[in-house]
């Protein structure tokens, strides 16, 4: 029984409102998660399959009943068959959101999204070089045509250093189109194909480069470019930035291309006016998962929470308007969200809730629909029950913003002060710590807990998704949270006026730290296994992290999952992800639960990446 709710979040406002939750019998994640116990003990080793009719089949973990499935399908060939689908699923998340982003630009070019605009001319001249075009409308076709490449690389793999480019090649894992890789591992784990548990995962871990340096990188790129690249700024993070006198929408979901235009549409003087009118003192907007990342790093709009917070955010009682699009939306919100005045509103033609009052979203008429959207949570405001009203009053200050373009500014013009003071030793090393939250895990326990020993270690911590969210709303990215670290990377921060935890935006823009870190091994002239870094998801659950994770370590980072992935069911894959990845991609998973014993496994495997490279502990 998990009763008490400090065994459910560290966070003190949802601590306030699983109380309220639980006194009026309003049903959470934790609840569900409590009624699914135990939970299914194949399901957890990952030795189930139902890829064909002949099953479902199961394989007895403790060797006295099946050893095979119906086809003779062993456990390794099971465990990596499902892991290979749960990357193309996470890699298929990521790579549609690119996907939309590029065609958004496509219209945005040839004039047919009339709302959006281009607000970095600097960048889209970049990517026009580095594509060999000299025209928007080719580098928008080059893009588009990234994802269904048939043959050849696509173009941000070659942003790789040279040795990690020629293990890919040697490997036979240099990405294709990210399409195409999808496809290839539906069909590979398909009743009678690839049967070779090794064979499986090198495609899982080219899939993965497809997201990680393809669809997902594509999305960032562009998105800086329509939107603008992110530069440092202050805003605020948690419950409290709900306004108890204006009209509240929450943007929840992916994608900026919602969020943005939502934003435009509260600033709007005839929307304000009619709030005003309403009864209202205004519009306050506010956002959920990586929405909120999107909009924090380019507009300043303050974190509501993060994952886990979303439905205790309905809960509230204050929330006219929780404006959806895709991932990382639970169905259970449709419900929670009956029990109180708000509306939630779904918007993508791909993501349909129980519960929902859709109102789709389009390029060519985004401005309109998203005023549509506005005025709805508008006029919901007069059916707000006041009674009800409880908004935790917590909120913190945070610092975001974090581009490579903007750390490269705050750093003079170059990566050459961080390349020194790692040198030096100011800064031991670089965690990348990111990923969800999952109620099996005390709720942001495992961030906090692990970005504190890292940075009271000298780490410097680059943070995005969930794990920026836990941080912003425990004031891990202000720059007074400078103190909590070291002595070395305190004095580093302080210089700069910047955090110890740099907020770099949303999951897609982990392909700013891929970026980041090739950045750095070039110029260091090594690969990015050689570099004192460590990648860590405390809490995932999605399967756009375990893609994530794949293209992490393809791309020779040490990676530290906090939530145990289902594949322990195979001895074989789980050795092959723990220690054999390490000889042939110099990086490889390790599983430790512990935050802070997973914080000791990254500090160690940095000070051994400083030795290497002859730079002492
Ligand atoms: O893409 S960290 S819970 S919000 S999957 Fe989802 Fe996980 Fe949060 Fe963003 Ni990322
Ligand atoms: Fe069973 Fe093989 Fe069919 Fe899977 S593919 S359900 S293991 S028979």
Request: some cysteine; aromatic content about 4%; glycine content about 10%.
């Amino acid at each position: 029984m998990i009763n008490d709710v400090r065994s459910k979040s560290i966070d003190l406002a949802c601590q306030e409102m699983l109380r309220a939750c639980e006194k009026a019998g309003l049903e959470t994640a934790w609840d569900r998660l409590e009624k699914q116990q135990p939970q299914c003990g194949f399901g957890e080793l990952g030795i189930c399959c139902r890829n064909c009719n002949m099953g479902p089949c199961r394989i007895d973990p403790f060797g006295e009943g099946a050893s095979a499935g119906v086809c003779g399908a062993t456990a390794d060939i099971i465990v990596a068959r499902n892991l290979l689908r749960s990357i193309a699923a996470g890699a298929a998340a990521h790579s549609d959101h690119g996907r939309d982003v590029a065609h958004a630009f496509q219209l945005i070019v040839e004039g047919k999204a009339p709302s959006y605009g281009i607000k970095d001319q600097e960048k889209l001249d970049r990517l026009m070089k580095e594509y060999g075009v000299d025209s928007p409308a080719l580098l928008a076709a080059a893009i588009l045509n990234e994802f269904g490449k048939q043959d050849g690389p696509i173009q941000f793999t070659r942003r790789v250093p040279p040795q990690r480019l020629d293990l890919w090649k040697k490997l036979g894992i240099d990405p294709r189109g990210v399409d195409r890789e999808i496809v290839e591992c539906l069909h590979r784990t398909h009743m009678g194909v690839d049967n070779d548990y090794v064979n499986l995962i090198l495609h899982g871990l080219r899939t993965s480069i497809a997201d990680g340096w393809g669809g997902s990188m594509i999305a960032t790129e562009l998105q800086d470019v329509i939107f603008g690249t992110p530069k440092p700024l202050f805003s605020e993070a948690n419950m409290g930035v709900l306004d108890p006198e204006k009209v509240n929408i929450i943007i929840h979901g992916h994608e900026p291309l919602l969020s943005e235009m939502i934003i435009a549409a509260a600033l709007d003087p005839d929307m304000i006016d009619l709030a005003r009118n309403e009864g209202a003192k205004g519009i306050n907007l506010a956002g959920i998962c990586c929405t909120a990342n999107e909009a924090l790093m380019r507009q300043g709009v303050p974190i509501a929470g993060n994952f886990l917070s979303q439905e205790l955010i309905v809960a509230t009682g204050a929330v006219e308007a929780m404006v959806v699009d895709v991932q990382c939306i639970m169905p259970a919100l449709g419900t929670m969200a009956g029990c109180f005045h708000t509306k939630l509103i779904s918007t993508s033609p791909k993501a349909k809730f129980p519960g929902a009052t859709h109102m789709e979203f389009h390029e060519g008429t985004a401005g309109e629909t998203a005023r549509e959207i506005v005025r709805t949570a508008v006029k919901n405001f007069r059916n707000r029950d006041r009674s009800r009203v409880q908004i935790p009053d917590i909120k913190t200050r945070c610092m975001a913003g974090f581009s490579v373009e903007a750390i490269v500014s705050a750093l003079g013009g170059s990566l050459n002060p961080l390349i020194d003071a790692i040198k030096s030793g100011s800064i031991r090393g670089i965690g990348a710590v990111v990923g969800c939250n999952n109620p099996k895990i005390t709720h942001d326990f495992g961030h906090i807990s692990m970005v504190r020993e890292l940075i009271k270690n000298d780490v410097l911590v680059l943070t995005t998704g969930c794990n920026a969210q836990a941080c912003a709303k425990a004031g891990l990215l202000q720059p007074e949270a400078a103190e909590k670290a070291g002595d070395g990377l305190k004095a580093v921060c302080q210089a700069l006026g910047v955090p110890p935890v740099l907020h770099m935006g949303s999951c897609v823009d982990i392909s700013r730290i891929l970026v980041a870190a090739a950045a750095l091994a070039n110029a260091l002239g090594v690969d990015i296994s050689d570099l004192p870094a460590a990648g860590a998801a405390p809490e995932w659950m999605s399967e756009k992290a375990v893609s994530i994770g794949a293209y992490v370590v393809s791309s020779g980072v040490f990676t530290v999952l906090g939530t145990v992935p289902p594949v322990l069911g195979s001895k074989a894959v789980a050795e092959l992800l723990t220690s054999g990845a390490k000889d042939v991609l110099g990086a490889c998973f390790a599983v430790e639960p512990d935050p802070v014993k997973a914080a000791i496994l990254m500090i160690e495997h940095i000070d051994s990446q400083r030795r290497k490279l002859g730079l002492g502990d």
